[in-house]
């Protein structure tokens, strides 16, 4: 009696574990063959197989195919040789859909220890494999262009088998004055353009190439089909015709371009891992993008040497120009602005010049850009402001009397909050009256006509004059001259370089209808006698240049006046 009670006892145990088991897990039991002999009711739900139809069948019948061979191999060595094996496992329902589930496999073994079956106890954790796979994506993806992302792009190179002498190239691809859309339009219509491109830019591609968005408005493409130059060539050809190509987000049209850097190589060596192969040529296509950039951009251009040394120049000319307004190496030089009708001087052109005990003189083309990159434009902007008010009240002192003085402001430092506080304060201490300053923008400045406006309209009430420098080179549109408080135009150098019959109808035409609204109308880059009577004849009202003189420092202002003045 003892005894059977215990064997109840036993029994009634075991029959507390199973349920427990059977409430909280998905069971199974196959013999060693792997043929299913037990399936519980949770393993019938979730693989939506009846017990008749898993119950003398295979338990690959739920194999999903996502694993490789090799990881059953080593899941039935591990169970085989009697031991546990433990690990996550996807498998495919009877309709088709997948899941996953975490597995425990627990060999049964006879007393000589010959396995006789197996008990498997798995726990559905699909739902936090969704989670982790969100999670990825979100690690890997770029959130706006749903473009493979940084972290994407070094997993995917690092991946990446490369075998000796297969050729690679990577297109490095940077929007050409995408930070002027963000800052006028706003960072939603930014990132509409971008997804658009996004797309523009993955038709161009087949599937074997791999693209990424690095982040802002660059992109990197890597293509592995051993193309040849000519082939490369002509991608990059229709990707910049595909950006080049009009933009409707919400009720605005617009557009951009793009610059692309592209480096071509074969690869050599083994040893040299395939990330170190990709980044070296990547670092060759970035230098190649700054220098189609310079150039203009909307162009491609494949790495050279001298696009590196050109690079390494750049970046000491950063480094020194980051201590260049401390140790006093900036200059003012000042171009003369001639009354093309009396020959008589009436203004100053206010230019920056630099020196530095490294480099020597450096040209403005080369450093002004990079003031602009790093920012230092709007420090150095001020200092050339007080500098230059402060020496036309020394010359007013002195009884050389100018109508005006010019400073070109760039699009940061005219969009800087500051901006308008600063000028007042600089006029207040130089004692300067407002009248005699002329700012000159660029077209590209005012892009913006809202903002622009209210920069300019405190402009004019502080009494300054405002120019628009480098007419007909930007974004033209008649309607913002007449919406801004305008003084004066300055035809760009290049109009009047070429004075050919086409070059002529574009003077002519904004000499005519400068003064029809009642602008002040100055022709840039006079270097000729030719050129000078050309613009006389169109009554155009002022000019400067070589002819002239060219800029010259604030010591020889006086002999020159007393020339021409």
């Not at 090799?70 to 329902?93: H, M, Y």
């Not at 660059?218 to 490369?232: C, G, P, V, Y």
């Not at 030089?333 to 100053?348: F, M, R, T």
Request: proline residues 3%; aromatic residues 10%.
């Amino acid at each position: 009696m003892n005894h059977k009670t215990e064997l109840d006892k036993i029994y009634q145990k075991l029959q507390d574990i199973k349920f427990a088991l059977d409430a909280s897990s998905i069971v199974a039991i196959t013999d060693n063959n792997g043929i299913v002999t037990y399936a519980n009711e949770k393993f019938c739900e979730i693989s939506q197989y009846s017990e008749a139809e898993l119950i003398g069948s295979n338990h690959n019948i739920i194999n999903s195919g996502f694993h490789p061979s090799s990881f059953f191999k080593d899941l039935w060595e591990t169970i085989q040789d009697g031991n546990v094996w433990r690990g996550e496992i996807k498998n495919k329902a009877k309709d088709g859909t997948y899941y996953w589930v975490d597995t425990t496999i627990v060999p049964f073994l006879t007393p000589d220890g010959e396995v006789y079956q197996y008990i498997s106890v798995r726990h559905d954790i699909t739902t936090r494999k969704e989670h982790e796979a969100y999670i990825e994506r979100m690690a890997y993806t770029d959130p706006v262009t749903k473009l493979p992302n940084r972290n994407h792009f070094r997993k995917w190179v690092e991946n990446q088998p490369i075998q000796p002498q297969e050729v690679v190239a990577v297109l490095y691809l940077d929007l050409d004055r995408f930070k002027a859309i963000n800052d006028n339009f706003g960072h939603d219509t930014g990132d509409a353009m971008l997804k658009t491109v996004a797309n523009r830019l993955k038709e161009c591609l087949t599937e074997s190439d791999f693209i990424s968005r690095q982040g802002g408005d660059e992109f990197i493409i890597i293509l592995k089909n051993n193309l040849s130059e000519h082939a490369i060539q002509a991608l990059a050809t229709t990707i910049l015709k595909q950006i080049r190509l009009p933009y409707q987000i919400d009720d605005k049209q617009m557009s951009t371009s793009a610059s692309i850097g592209i480096s071509r190589q074969a690869y050599v060596s083994k040893e040299w891992p395939s990330i170190t192969f990709i980044e070296s040529i990547m670092k060759q296509a970035d230098t190649a993008m700054y220098h189609a950039k310079r150039n203009g951009g909307n162009q491609y251009c494949f790495n050279t040497e001298d696009q590196n040394i050109l690079l390494e120049r750049n970046y000491q000319i950063d480094l020194e120009l980051k201590e260049a307004l401390g140790r006093n190496e900036f200059t003012v030089v000042y171009q003369p602005i001639v009354n093309l009708k009396n020959n008589k001087i009436v203004g100053l052109e206010a230019l920056l010049r630099w020196h530095n005990k490294k480099l020597g003189f450096v040209a403005p083309n080369e450093f002004i850009p990079i003031l602009e990159e790093n920012g230092m434009i709007v420090p150095v902007g001020k200092w050339i402001l007080a500098t230059v008010c402060s020496q036309m009240k020394v010359w007013q002192e002195q009884g050389i009397l100018l109508q005006r003085i010019c400073v070109n402001v760039s699009p940061m430092q005219f969009k800087d909050k500051k901006f308008i506080h600063d000028l007042q304060e600089i006029l207040n201490e130089s004692l300067l009256d407002a009248s005699y300053l002329e700012i000159e923008i660029t077209e590209g400045t005012i892009l913006d006509i809202e903002t622009s406006s209210r920069t300019i309209n405190k402009l004019k009430e502080l009494g300054v004059n405002v120019s628009i420098d480098d007419f007909g080179t930007g974004y033209s549109s008649l309607s913002y001259l007449k919406r801004l408080p305008i003084d004066t135009l300055k035809i760009d150098k290049s109009f009047i370089d070429d004075l050919d019959r086409d070059g002529e109808i574009i003077a002519n035409t904004i000499i005519s209808m400068g003064k029809n609204l009642n602008f002040r109308v100055i022709a840039e880059g006079i270097e000729s006698e030719d050129q000078l009577n050309y613009l006389k004849k169109q009554k155009c009202h002022e000019g400067q240049g070589y002819y002239f003189s060219k800029p010259i420092g604030d010591g020889e202002i006086t002999e020159l006046f007393s020339q021409l003045g």
